[in-house]
């Protein structure tokens, strides 16, 4: 497949930790953008985590400022989003994108998405 393959959301308590894997065998995801998306029922996607090309730059926002890491292993062709303290307000499914682009605002290639569930 083309599109990158998100795989690791589950349910999990709050206060819990999830890692979610992003991979794809069909293009080298050194040499891509990386973004981390999130969509909850009725509400619009937003953007937790991205990376630029180069590794030289990530940015979060506010909402999951220093509780989700973004990262990559090259060996592995596979970027990672390392999700602690989890809250309810984090439940969503999770999408993975990759672009071509040093710091793209657009992202060419889309996971299907993974479920993240944050209950007691």
């Known amino acids: 497949q083309v599109q990158p393959v998100e795989s690791g959301g589950g349910l999990v308590q709050p206060g819990g930790s999830l890692r979610l894997s992003c991979a794809t065998s069909r293009f080298n995801l050194e040499n891509y953008a990386i973004g981390w998306f999130r969509q909850a029922p009725r509400e619009r996607r937003e953007g937790v985590a991205c990376i630029d090309k180069f590794n030289k730059a990530t940015y979060y926002p506010d909402s999951v400022k220093e509780r989700f890491t973004i990262s990559r292993d090259n060996a592995k062709n596979t970027a990672y989003l390392q999700m602690n303290s989890l809250k309810p307000d984090d439940t969503a499914v999770y999408y993975c994108?990759?672009?071509?682009?040093?710091?793209?605002?657009?992202?060419?290639?889309w996971g299907q998405g993974t479920q993240v569930t944050v209950s007691p």
């Open positions: 994108a990759a672009d071509p682009s040093w710091q793209p605002t657009n992202y060419d290639y």
